[in-house]
């Protein structure tokens, strides 16, 4: 197996890249359309700026607004299974929910990865707080080539911080969107796995946590 299919479920991505993808109405499925917001681009960036040969596949879930709902994530998952080997959340949900879970599961048992994005600050979200899907927070701490291990099982990684200065890239590496924190560090956390496929793909979460260059709490304004 060579370079992974990745599956993103966010807003979308430029219209040249969006042959084949869907977007997940509150009432049904529809015909994907161009990203509005540019969060899903973004995203999309980052990964393939880490594994150029992965094919990216859009599962779109928001469109004029960053606003979703469990049930529009959790058909978008059911919708990616059967055609991706990654699957990738730039989300984040404030309570849990049974359809949520529900998908999650059968992707663990269908064999395919998950990210998530998991705020550093604040209570649990999900689907990151779900076993088996790997948790990403931005870590100042970071480079573009460096993950951390944090505390709740956390993955830490590159997120656009000001701390990374211009080593950190920016919104250069996004695309020229100004985003930042576990949103992107997602992306990048994905990025590391596809770049390192298939060694990455069977345990996924401790490939990553074994790479890890710090380990413990992010310190603000300590010095790594």
């Given amino acids: 197996m060579g370079a992974p299919r990745i599956g993103l479920v966010d807003s979308g991505g430029p219209a040249d890249a969006m042959q084949g993808a869907c977007l997940f109405l509150p009432d049904g499925q529809a015909e994907a359309r161009p990203d509005r917001l540019g969060h899903g681009t973004a995203c999309a960036a980052l990964i393939a700026r880490a594994a150029p040969g992965a094919r990216l596949l859009h599962a779109q879930v928001f469109h004029d607004r960053p606003v979703t709902s469990a049930d529009r994530v959790a058909r978008a998952i059911l919708w990616l299974i059967p055609q991706a080997d990654l699957i990738v ?3 984040g949900l404030p309570a849990d929910r049974a359809p949520l879970a529900d998908a999650c599961a059968q992707t663990q048992r269908a064999g395919v990865a998950m990210v998530a994005s998991a705020p550093a600050r604040g209570g649990p979200c999900w689907p990151a707080a779900y076993p088996g899907v ?7 701490r970071c480079g573009w080539d460096d993950l951390s291990l944090l505390p709740g099982r ?9 701390e990374q200065g211009a080593a ?6 996004t695309g ?3 985003m ?10 994905a990025g590391h ?14 490939w990553l946590a074994a790479r890890a260059a710090h380990v413990g709490a992010e310190r603000r304004g300590v010095p790594a």
């Fill in 89 to 91: 959340m730039s989300l």
């Fill in 134 to 140: 790997i948790a990403a927070s931005g870590d100042a």
């Fill in 154 to 162: 956390r993955i830490g990684a590159w997120c656009a911080s000001p």
């Fill in 168 to 173: 950190g890239m920016g919104a250069a590496a």
């Fill in 176 to 178: 020229g969107a100004a």
């Fill in 180 to 189: 930042g924190g576990a949103s992107l560090a997602a992306a990048r956390v």
């Fill in 193 to 206: 796995l596809a770049a390192h496929w298939p060694e990455a793909r069977h345990h996924p979460e401790l």
